[in-house]
């Protein structure tokens, strides 16, 4: 895969064609990265806590249902752990996506091609909103603190999407998925699966704490041009 350094030479530009097989070491950034993990996923916990009330009460009024949601995802060295949001979704949310794949074949393709939908009917309108914000996501802190994520490092992905990093799974498996990430900063949910692969393959393989720096400058700006679904 090549590695082209974009114009403001910040960030690393990741096109898609895979890297060849290469084993990574394990754990990406080892004792250095989890000490200032704690201590920002610490900080940030006190200093955002007005926000963590807001949306939970937020979403506890705008649904029936729990405010926090818990979804099984893969961690360092293949752990699994339940990764914490904030409910973005109607309590039938399965179904109602199985039948829109069911009747719908464009958003069977779309969902195929990058598991979202940019039209959601699972998602509700404070759902919306946190994520757009990514605010829905602010309960990872507590993933963070508790070990099984870091600040920055690649999406937390499911068993079933493992599958999709093929030979180079081990870039993956060498961290902790992160809050933020290369892929977040990089177009987020406007990029193709394979382009987020490929930018986690990058992460685990050129890690230092200048690249997290300038992920962690990047995440808020992305976050408000670029938006979630």
């Known amino acids: 895969m090549a590695d ?22 394990c754990p990406v950034g080892s004792a250095t990265k989890r000490v200032l993990d704690v201590i920002l996923a610490i900080f940030g916990v006190l200093l955002l806590s007005p926000l963590f009330l807001i949306c939970y009460t937020a979403t506890v009024l705008s649904s029936p249902g729990p405010a926090l949601f818990r979804h099984r995802r893969v961690g360092l060295n293949g752990e699994t752990f339940a990764c914490l949001k904030f409910r973005t979704m109607v309590p039938d ?43 829905d996501e602010l309960p990872q802190l507590f993933n963070v603190i508790r070990g099984e994520m870091s600040i920055v490092g690649p999406r937390p992905v499911t068993e079933e999407e493992l599958a999709r990093y093929e030979h180079n799974v081990s870039a993956y498996l060498a961290c902790r998925p992160g809050i933020t990430g290369l892929w977040q900063v990089s177009g987020r949910s406007t990029t193709t699966y394979n382009r987020r692969v490929a930018c986690d393959i990058y992460y685990a393989r050129n890690w230092s704490i200048v690249l997290d720096t300038k992920i962690m400058l990047a995440t808020i700006p992305a976050v408000f041009e670029d938006g979630a679904y």
């Open 4 to 25: 082209l350094v974009d114009t403001r030479g910040k960030l690393p530009f990741i096109v898609e064609a895979p890297y060849p097989a290469q084993t990574v070491r």
């Open 93 to 135: 949310a399965a179904e109602r996506l199985q039948r829109l794949l069911d009747s719908d074949a464009a958003a069977a393709a779309e969902w195929n091609a990058a598991r979202k939908l940019r039209c959601d009917p699972r998602v509700t309108a404070i759902g919306t909103l946190m994520r757009k914000s990514s605010l």
